[in-house]
């Protein structure tokens, strides 16, 4: 089956800087490539996603790249703020099922 | 739609007694996820429903543990006997064809 890794398992910034959360996945055939979001106490919220078609995504502040020859994706938060402070999931699903894999998540802590 | 709708929100139980989460996935999905997180494991799956019927189970810890989903609106999870290593908060959620999840504000066990 799928294995996702995540790093790193805690972030720190100061605001205004720049975090990068990187995952690997093992299965080759894994072709969608989804971020949820967790803040404090809530749910899990999809903020952006990928599918291997597609190298980069942009939306606002967060972007998400794919590399599928080294079988790893990132997310890139530029200008952090506060409010980005949550845990962060990566996950991946193969074209054949409908079942995310997720990574171990990652909190990012942003200081103001 | 009120979105993936789950209760109790919070249970409070002594080890050996009954528990029953329960889900109303979001109307027209056809897919429901049962997951269980901790700071331990992070978000595990524990079962996976499509059109109603158990695709992966693979994920439930033991027999202690069970779930159904009898129709399209409404999902159980039980656990019998519950111990204190059940402890976590258990969240439940749908999509349509392995798109977005959906996850529900979760039900956060304790056992005592």
């Known amino acids: 089956g799928e294995n996702v890794e995540q790093h790193p398992s805690t972030l720190s910034v100061q605001e205004g800087d720049s975090a990068v959360i990187k995952c690997t996945y093992s299965?080759?055939?894994?072709?969608?490539f989804p971020w949820y979001k967790q803040e404090l106490g809530k749910r899990p919220q999809l903020i952006i996603d990928i599918r291997s078609n597609v190298g980069e995504k942009k939306d606002q502040r967060i972007a998400v790249t794919l590399n599928k020859t080294a079988k790893h994706f990132s997310l890139h938060i530029t200008e952090t703020q506060p409010e980005d402070s949550a845990v962060y999931f990566c996950a991946a699903r193969s074209g054949g099922s409908y079942i995310p894999t997720f990574g171990r998540g990652t909190s990012l802590i942003v200081h103001p | 739609d009120a979105g993936v709708i789950q209760s109790p929100r919070h249970e409070v139980t002594e080890m050996g007694q009954e528990v029953t989460l329960r889900c109303k996935p979001i109307s027209g999905h056809n897919s429901l996820f049962w997951y269980r997180q901790t700071m331990m494991r992070g978000l595990e799956l524990l079962i996976y429903f499509n059109n109603n019927v158990p695709i992966d189970d693979s994920g439930m810890p033991e027999d202690r543990f069970s779930a159904k989903m009898p129709n399209a609106s409404f999902s159980t999870l039980k656990i019998q006997p519950s111990e204190p290593r059940d402890s976590a908060v258990y969240f439940c959620?749908?999509?349509?064809?392995?798109?977005?999840?959906?996850f529900g504000e979760g039900s956060r066990l304790t056992v005592l």
């Open positions: 959620a749908s999509s349509w064809e392995g798109g977005e999840l959906f």
């Open positions: 299965d080759s055939a894994s072709n969608y």
